[in-house]
């Protein structure tokens, strides 16, 4: 460490910069950052109009609309929605979401800008890893935009693309091209996100400044770090599930297929299981949802510590939950599988383990109510979504207790009860998450401009009554009985009450997406007319507020800062309980020595 | 029409309050405020605010029963669905305490801790006593639910040969279900796709003498009280048997059978006569009505009225039908089961034709 501090100054600072080297390969992580981030957002615009789409499907199945034929053309003749092409909407927006945006879009984004400036390094181990990390993203983004356009549409066999249906072009137009492309397209994305989580992992473990021992780390770093490692452990799964499932596809294996009568002849297919896939997508699956909800969870603690001007409550306690959540999450796929005719004793086991994941989750949350409690919270944008944050966690999380019992979860499995439920645990929250890192972190970003902050109000207010506006009714359709990924309810006379809840969650669905418009506005507005807040605008005591606002290749002009104290001395008082440490300054950031008149304390 | 006209008002009123904005933050630019940090006034009026939203959730959340309480499934209609419906009540009840306790903290110390410059943090990092009391309430309290919950799930999914239940197949494709019935052997003959021929639409395996008196039918009529096992097969892609009213589901994978049993303990009668039920309908013709003038004004056909039957639906995406995929079941008396399954021909007799 102390080495690649001392060489630094003859080693980077004289590189000749181009204009393809700073904005497009470039190896800078801080750059690099920016790249997933608005990669991200684009993809999210994406995903989020298509649910725009097929909300209006759902609220009015019988009305012709033109907007259909607009964005979906020969799959909208008249303005009816195809069913095919609203599977489509369904899977791709799925995709989209849970991949493209909360997975590279956050964890890429925070990771990148976050590990090498919290822990005090110049870089990312390897900058060229991370710029070819990028590159696959991109790649495989371009990919999953291009199969919207192939001629018998995009893949359709919703996004945990279960064979046979995604297997068997007859099944349905969309496992035809549209699929082959997907899955080029997440083949692509898994490489991506091995590459650049070895990246975080490495640089985490070996790149730490003198004296950030990995308990005075923020957690934000523990949580990218974890999350890094259940990506490495859990996305080659998947990518065997891809490769075995293209072979299906296209050189007549059965890894997955058996017994299968379709258009009229019966397959050679013989042995293969469905289950099996099942069983290899859902072992990414679920640690996936926590390789979303992680990060985000490590970027509300750091900003409500910051925000609350407390330390975190419970650091100890913090770390080991997410190392038990990462744990618990490989061990519970089978929680979505209770009703494929897996053995039902494996239905207990994992019952058993899912409903100890609420343990951990349980602390985090009171940890984060207590960090709040005798708080003195300054309402920042990036607080008012941490907050919001810890609300949808709760809410969303709680119902997680009725589908983890196997018991009940037999009648609510792939309900719309579900949909709601994870909008709300994973989806929602880690927006909040992402959304709180981007008006937290904005001025690390951009060389010191900050988000208007009334639009960041107005912003947050529409989008956290809009996402309850959406998703609590919604669990009343799923308690309903009304399976998920219906195209319409009309062909069952008694779903026929639930149309009028469907309209209210699309009026609020649009309410929700015209605020992210507001965002989008805040965002590029600010970016070259946002006022300029100061090194440290929030007064943090983390070290990537002491690096340069401008951007320099190595983050520090001089030599990088050691580390004295853990992350979180706010209103750390003095000896004799008159001043703060610092007088008059209600925060001590990590470089600063521990003073005479301060106690040290072990967290 | 009216759609559009509804957008087009989302969008102006969002456009409008933007504008506003803009107009109010170019009037704010002589005042002192430079920065784009919360000032004490925000941190005041964001409190409030937060303070006011958790009562935004409650409100919500009374609104969501009060409007459509109606909406929720009745009573069960399965032995075993009295028993998840009790579990799935415990379940609620712990949830709406949780979720109503905690997020009152949460918004109330937002509110009351909200910021100003005369405060002062409470620097406060650990407290290991507190700290080990909200990891063992939630350790002893989903202890209780998990072994509560085993014993549910084994209760269910054990079934125990000598119960004699009645044996009927599921069998799903795209986008249809049909039941095999075992006949009086109450044995189902052997059967796989590849032997599809003609009308021989499941495969049955026709020199099996156990599919001898199978039959075919595209109703399920069930006798009320009697252990019924249900095993599902599936032409083609993954289908889920979905049986709502007896909280009953189970997937249909290609090329393997699994199987579901339960005691249905309502007639459709019975359930007719329910009083969510009777809402429940009456809710739904009302709808219809109103639905068939204007179907009338424009000449086109009218909806029939609704009455209750329990349904098998389809629950796992499984092509463009997906959402039509259903078929009725007929609850009903041993004797009326018994007329009913006389006049079903078996297969000996329909494929030999």
């Not at chain 1, 993203?137 to 693309?161: C, D, N, Q, R």
Request: glycine content about 8%; some cysteine; proline content about 4%.
């Amino acid at each position: 460490m102390s080495e690649h501090t001392n060489n630094h100054d003859d080693q980077e600072h004289h590189h000749k910069e181009t204009f393809v080297t700073k904005y497009i390969f470039s190896q800078d992580h801080k750059m690099i950052s920016k790249q997933y981030l608005i990669t991200g957002l684009f993809m999210g615009f994406i995903g989020i109009a298509m649910s725009l789409l097929f909300r209006l499907q759902l609220a009015w199945p019988d009305h012709q609309f033109t907007v259909y034929e607009i964005f979906l053309g020969k799959w909208a003749e008249n303005g009816v929605m195809d069913p095919n092409v609203y599977l489509s909407l369904v899977t791709i927006h799925g995709t989209i979401m849970v991949f493209f945006v909360l997975t590279a879009g956050l964890s890429g984004t925070f990771s990148n800008l976050l590990i090498p400036l919290q822990i005090g390094a110049r870089d990312m181990a390897s900058g060229f890893l991370n710029m070819l990390a990028y590159w696959l993203f991109f790649l495989s983004s371009i990919i999953m935009i291009f199969s919207l356009f192939v001629e018998a549409g995009p893949a359709s066999a919703g996004w945990t693309i279960y064979p046979p249906l995604s297997a068997l072009p007859q099944a349905m137009p969309g496992s035809g091209a549209g699929m082959t492309l997907w899955l080029v397209s997440m083949a692509l994305f898994i490489a991506s996100s091995l590459l650049g989580s070895l990246n975080y992992i490495v640089t985490v473990i070996n790149l730490r400044t003198k004296g950030m021992s990995m308990t005075r780390l923020p957690l934000t770093i523990w949580s990218f770090f974890v999350t890094a490692i259940i990506g490495v452990v859990s996305f080659p799964v998947l990518l065997s599930a891809a490769l075995m499932l293209i072979m299906d596809r296209s050189f007549g294996t059965s890894f997955f297929l058996s017994d299968i009568y379709i258009a009229g002849e019966v397959l050679h297919n013989q042995g293969g299981s469905p289950v099996l896939f099942e069983h290899l997508f859902w072992f990414l699956g679920h640690p996936e949802v926590y390789i979303v909800i992680l990060p985000a969870m490590g970027l509300v603690s750091e900003i409500m510590a910051t925000n609350a001007r407390k330390p975190i409550f419970g650091y100890r306690a913090m770390i080991a939950s997410i190392l038990a959540i990462a744990f618990l999450s490989t061990i519970v796929w089978g929680h979505h599988m209770f009703v494929t005719g897996m053995n039902p004793f494996l239905g207990s086991v994992f019952t058993f383990t899912t409903l100890l994941i609420a343990i951990p989750s349980a602390v985090k949350a009171f940890n984060w109510i207590t960090t709040l409690w005798k708080g003195n919270l300054k309402m920042n944008t990036g607080m008012l979504f941490s907050i919001g944050f810890v609300s949808t966690f709760i809410s969303g999380g709680l119902t997680g207790l009725i589908l983890g019992d196997s018991a009940l979860d037999i009648n609510v499995h792939d309900t719309m009860f579900v949909v709601a439920h994870f909008h709300l645990v994973m989806g929602i929250s880690a927006l909040y998450g992402l959304f709180a890192g981007i008006y937290h972190w904005y001025p690390k970003m951009f060389e010191g401009r900050m988000l208007n902050k009334k639009l960041g109000y107005i912003h947050f207010w529409i989008t956290a009554i809009g996402a309850y506006g959406v998703f609590f009714p919604m669990h009343f359709i799923g308690m309903a009985g009304l399976p998920r990924r219906y195209y319409t309810n009309t062909n069952f006379p008694y779903f026929d009450d639930l149309t009028d809840i469907n309209v209210v969650i699309t009026f609020f669905a649009f309410f929700a997406a015209i605020g992210q418009l507001v965002f989008l506005y805040n965002f590029f507005n600010s970016m070259f007319y946002g006022k300029k807040g100061g090194k440290n605008p929030w007064n943090s005591t983390t070290l990537e507020w002491t690096a340069e606002t401008k951007h320099i290749h190595g983050n520090w002009d001089g030599p990088i800062p050691e580390v004295h104290r853990w992350s979180y001395d706010y209103s750390k008082m003095n000896k004799d309980e008159s001043d703060y440490v610092i007088a008059g300054q209600d925060y001590v950031p990590q470089h600063i020595p521990i003073q005479d008149n301060e106690e040290e304390l072990h967290h | 029409m009216t759609v559009f006209l509804i957008v087009l008002v989302i969008v102006l009123f969002g456009l409008a309050v933007w504008q506003i904005n803009k107009m109010y933050q170019l009037s704010q630019t002589d005042h002192s405020e430079t920065s784009e940090l919360a000032t004490d006034e925000d941190n005041n009026r964001q409190g409030y605010y937060l303070l006011a939203f958790v009562f935004f959730i409650y409100g919500l959340l009374i609104l969501c029963f009060w409007l459509w309480g109606d909406v929720l499934l009745p009573v069960a209609a399965s032995e075993h669905g009295l028993e998840t419906d009790q579990l799935f009540l415990v379940t609620m009840i712990l949830i709406f305490v949780t979720g109503i306790f905690t997020q009152w903290l949460l918004h109330y110390f937002a509110f009351v801790y909200r910021g100003s410059k005369n405060k002062k943090a409470l620097f406060y990092a650990e407290n290991h006593k507190l700290e080990f009391i909200w990891t063992i309430i939630p350790v002893i309290v989903l202890a209780g639910l998990i072994i509560y919950g085993l014993f549910t799930w084994s209760d269910i999914m054990s079934f125990d040969e000598d119960e004699d239940p009645l044996v009927i197949e599921l069998y799903a494709y795209q986008f249809d279900w049909r039941a095999r019935y075992a006949g009086d052997d109450n044995s189902l003959g052997e059967a796989n796709v590849r032997l599809i021929e003609g009308v021989n639409q499941l495969g049955v395996d026709i020199s099996d003498p156990n599919a001898q008196d199978d039959m075919v039918v595209n109703e399920i009529h069930l006798p009320i009280g009697r252990k019924v096992l249900f095993k599902m097969r599936s032409q083609d892609v993954i289908h889920s048997a979905y049986m709502p009213h007896f909280r009953a589901q189970m997937n249909c994978v290609p090329g393997m059978v699994t199987q579901f049993a339960l005691t249905p303990n309502m007639t459709t009668e019975d359930m007719r006569l329910e009083d969510d039920v009777i809402t429940k309908v009456e809710n739904i013709n009302a709808i219809r009505t109103k639905k068939n003038i204007g179907l009338a004004a424009k000449g086109e056909e009218e909806l029939e009225m609704y009455e209750f039957d329990f349904l098998l639906l389809c629950n796992k995406i499984c092509g463009s039908s997906h959402y039509n995929m259903q078929m009725k079941i007929i609850v009903e008396s041993e004797e009326d089961y018994n007329a009913w399954i006389a006049e079903q021909a078996p297969l000996a007799v329909t494929l030999k034709n």
